[in-house]
């Protein structure tokens, strides 16, 4: 008795695949995807090239993100952030800017509430 096994290959969309191509070609040619479960959002694949900027796509489910991961020459996986990893990211002039929004921009912040 022998039963055929279906695999079933997620659709990562070409928008996805490309950019994330792009990355990996425009930052040395490599590239580690770190794939985060984000909850009902989807998983965040934060790439890592191999000159240690950062990148990142969200997709809808982790076997979308593990076939990005396939269909990406140059990328490989990796398991968590880890010391070697932290070590080589260096993040782009301004990204800690982006990543703050209005904050960054701001020249006077209120006063902690837990001050006096």
């Known amino acids: ?6 695999t079933v290959t997620a659709q990562v969309p070409s928008s996805i695949v490309d950019s994330v191509k792009k990355f990996v070609a425009d930052h040395g040619g490599s590239a580690t995807a770190v794939l985060q ?3 009902r959002m989807g998983v965040r694949v934060t790439l890592v ?3 240690g900027i ?9 076997a979308i993100a593990k076939a ?3 269909r990406v020459d140059g990328l490989s996986e990796a398991d968590e952030w880890d010391r070697e990893l932290t070590s080589i990211v260096t993040p782009r002039t301004g990204h800690w800017a982006k990543m ?9 912040f209120p006063r902690a509430r837990n001050e006096q």
């Open 37 to 39: 479960p984000i909850g």
């Open 68 to 70: 990005l991961v396939e």
């Open 100 to 108: 703050a929004g209005w904050v960054a921009k701001q020249t006077r």
């Open 49 to 51: 090239g191999s000159d």
């Open 1 to 6: 008795m022998s039963a055929d096994v279906a």
């Open 54 to 62: 950062l990148g990142d796509r969200v997709v809808d489910d982790l």
